[in-house]
């Protein structure tokens, strides 16, 4: 969360990839898992005097967000449910782009099975602190929420290390140009195949 991953695709787009954003899919996910996600949290929800749906009957998703990551247990009743839709999209997307350099801009890609197609993984990393700048200023959500969040992201990098997917790290601390110029070099070994 906020070290740059949009920025990432964003450079990785303007040099030719077909680029999908796993924030959007799950967007399109929850609302296709709607009911289940209301049968499975509707109950704890209104124990909390929080509605899970917007006024136009789509799932509120911070309102979920924060009854969600509050409990690490919520978390993946959340994802159990989700995950397979998502999945199952980015399958379709890659399908529909095939022959084209991909990228997919996720933050958790390593709990779908799609992460077995994967050539290789640019894990973009930002200092704690920076992080947390950033995603007040992005999100103005509560710093309290936005440290949960953080919390439940803890150790990524490891994750991917241990799912098998050739991970290169890069730390996004500087301008645009400075990180591009990282990305660059992220290309270059993946097409050498180092």
Known sequence: MAAGKNAASDIL????????????VAHTAVENSKEKILS???SIAKEKNISLLNKDGTVNRRAL?????????????????VFPEIN?????FIEENK???IVINATVLYKVPLIKKIDYVLFID????QRLIRAKKRD????????SRFSQQKGLFAKYKSANA?????????????????????LTKCRQGI
């Open 88 to 92: 199952s999209l980015l399958n379709k």
């Open 126 to 129: 930002t200092p704690y602190l």
């Open 65 to 81: 967000g924060s009854l969600i990551f509050t409990d690490s247990s919520l978390v993946k009743k959340q994802e159990e449910i």
């Open 40 to 42: 499975t949290f509707g």
């Open 99 to 101: 022959g084209h350099d």
């Open 140 to 147: 103005n959500i509560p710093l309290k929420q936005i440290a």
């Open 13 to 24: 787009v303007s040099k030719g990839f077909a680029s999908v954003d796993a924030d959007v």
């Open 166 to 186: 050739d991970t290169i790290r890069v730390w996004n601390t500087g301008t645009r140009l400075s990180l591009e110029k990282k990305i660059d070099k992220f």
